[in-house]
């Protein structure tokens, strides 16, 4: 079932980068969803994992990670931990001199996430309980950072202060009436480039730069 997924959003154009594809083969979705939603896993819907928290559909998560293009050794920062299936890919496209950073507000959300990534035994991984439209402080800057949930009218100031010069942020971002784009941010010396790359639909990001 995780082949015909991978062949489909192939197919459909989405996934391209063959790292990316071993990341999609090497942890399948049904590892990272709740017991009653194994028969939906390789559905490309959103998932319930805990209650206003969702693993985001395949297509979105291929999205994302081919305009990151995570790098071996890169240090990421993930805000939004959710199930984990992404910061699992993160860890594997970072490789073991890479380093992936995940926040996660919701305790229950956290804590399945932990239990999900513990069965693989990833020694590149810092999950961390707090606040992430604070961003992390400790390990930052980051050569990267994503994020799974909608910002409130902009970027959190924080992850930019915390994001590399010469990096990349992806991050939802809700405006008026509900309206959620995809904002790519790229940070040259001090100055910050944003484009708005399409409309998407996520679970609103919680904190003090949250909703």
């Known amino acids: 079932m995780n082949e015909k997924l991978i062949k489909k959003l192939e197919k459909e154009g989405i996934l391209t980068n063959k790292r990316i594809k071993k990341a999609f083969l090497k942890f399948p979705r ?27 559909a395949p297509h979105m998560v291929a999205i994302m990670l081919e305009i990151l293009n995570p790098k ?29 950073v995940s926040v996660e507000i919701d305790k229950d959300v956290y804590e399945f996430a932990l239990g999900n990534l513990k069965k693989f035994k990833l020694s590149n991984i810092k999950l961390i309980l707090g606040d992430g439209s604070l961003g992390y402080e400790p390990y930052s800057p980051y050569d990267k950072i994503i994020v799974t949930a909608a910002c409130p009218f902009n970027v959190p100031a924080p992850l930019i202060k915390q994001l590399k010069g010469g990096g990349i942020l992806l991050a939802p971002v809700e405006k008026e009436f509900g309206f959620q784009e995809l904002i790519k941010v790229v940070k040259i010396n001090k100055k910050v480039e944003m484009e708005r790359l399409m409309s998407v639909s996520f679970v609103r990001l919680k904190g003090k730069y949250g909703f």
């Not at 590892?31 to 985001?56: G, H, M, Q, W």
């Not at 071996?72 to 992936?100: C, D, F, H, P």
């Open 30 to 56: 049904h590892c990272f969803v709740p017991k009653t939603y194994v028969k939906d896993a390789y559905e490309d819907i959103p998932l319930p994992i805990r209650k206003n928290a969702t693993i985001s």
């Open 72 to 100: 071996e050794g890169e240090r990421i920062l993930e805000i939004g931990t959710g199930s984990g299936w992404q910061t699992a890919m993160l860890s594997y496209l970072v490789g073991k001199n890479g380093l992936v």
